[in-house]
């Protein structure tokens, strides 16, 4: 195990400017902090390039002898970390996210809240969504917030970044037979569509202005949910659940 | 219309207190934000006190004669202000709430994350719930984060703060027949349920560690969600969402 005790080392240096996007960018990777997190890094397709411990922590799991391990002084690994009060251990992850695949999929339409982003997220893998296909304006998947809100989901997800959403949306309708679903508050009534056989991809706008008339315009379906009472919305991540957990449903064992 | 000009003007400084719960439980009141949060709050059960308004600002609606109105100067009506960015208005409101009431109520046990809190109230009021009923140990209420998030959907719900929640929810249960629904881990398939045909409450859990026991000793019935990946648990207002609208299902137009 390596030792670094010094602010000022460059490596650490790099590795704070990950809490950045800009760092992030540069560096093609991504912080995840806490030993549930680690842990499912190290069980993911995602590249673990090295393991930050602070001095003296000992992990509630073996660690790996293939990934380099870094120990650090308590005041050095704290100013590396987002969180307040960090548990003893980061791991520093590559951005290469697995290929998109699957046949139920999620889109997501310029989602800015981090906190929701995920939500969202940890809300698909628990519904059992394999897939994650983001617009460009999206916020950024690596920030530390929805990396925490993710609560270690965004690792057994796999990840597409289109730069032309709508475009790579239609692929997917027009040569692969997704149907593409789309949730606006002018659509049909959810509860009374007719089941969906084929592969599919709903799509989740974003908290304010909902999903973008091109996506609108290229969708098979648009549903929307009922509102009683004077609500005029729900909360995207919230709405996302219930449609997602519904169109799951009838799949369930 | 009043004027007051001063910062250190007594309830210009009382109004300021309403930030935080020491000053709300000694006001018996609190504070709302922005020309659609007043309106509503004017629309309401609830008593507005007393209308603020920024010098000049000219609010949306009809402001109502029978209430106070009383305008400040920028600096100072932004010190009484949570958001950073006020709109021109806001409205002290006392917390006489609405009675509880209804057949479709929701039972709140020890909700931390106001966030988390508003957002329920918010779901709760669009999928045509009644009322809410909270434990002792949930977050305020009325907390600025709370009624944020609510997005004006607090004033169109009825409640209840019973000092013993879970003798509470019995009453209900043994005295007017309701159903209690406990979410928990380890209940019984949600989407395998029979119809319910009483009058429920369903009870949403601590972020942390879900149900307490009492509760869930007193519950009709316990369900858990369908969870597959690798996830362990859904965010609570999510998974509140997802119960609330399935159990609402049926009795949709």
């Known amino acids: 195990m390596d030792h670094i005790s010094s602010l000022k080392n460059p490596r650490v240096a790099a590795w704070r400017s990950l809490k950045e996007k800009k760092g992030r960018d540069t560096a093609q ?3 995840v902090e806490g030993p549930r997190m680690v842990e499912e890094a190290l069980a993911s397709l995602f590249p673990v390039r090295t393991l930050i411990l602070r001095d003296g ?10 990934v380099q391990t870094v120990s650090l002084p308590e005041h050095v690994f704290r100013s590396v970390c987002d969180t307040k009060t960090p548990q003893g251990i980061a791991a520093v992850v590559g951005i290469q996210t697995p290929q998109l695949k699957g046949t139920r999929l999620l ?4 989602i800015q809240d981090p906190g929701n ?11 059992g969504f394999e897939g994650i296909i983001l617009s460009p304006d999206c916020v950024d998947l690596f ?4 990396l925490r809100a993710t609560m270690g989901s965004i690792f057994r997800m796999s990840f597409s970044f289109p730069a032309f959403f709508s475009d790579s949306l239609k692929t997917f309708r027009d040569t692969h037979g997704y149907a593409v679903i789309s949730s606006q508050l002018d ?5 009374e569509r007719k089941p969906i056989a084929s592969p599919f991809i709903l799509v989740v706008g974003n908290e304010g202005n909902g999903i973008s008339d ?4 290229g969708a098979t379906h648009r549903f929307r949910l009922p509102m009683r009472g004077g609500a005029e919305s729900l909360n995207a991540a919230v709405a996302a659940g219930i ?6 449903r009838s799949e369930l064992p």
């Open 187 to 191: 659509g049909d009534p959810f509860f």
């Open 243 to 248: 449609m997602m957990y519904d169109l799951i």
């Open 29 to 31: 990777a991504f912080l």
């Open 117 to 127: 982003m995920g939500t969202i997220i940890r809300t698909a893998d628990a519904a």
């Open 143 to 146: 920030s530390p917030k929805v």
């Open 57 to 66: 922590y000992l992990p509630p799991f073996e660690l790996p002898e293939t």
């Open 107 to 110: 889109a997501l339409d310029g």
């Open 214 to 217: 091109e996506v609108k315009a």
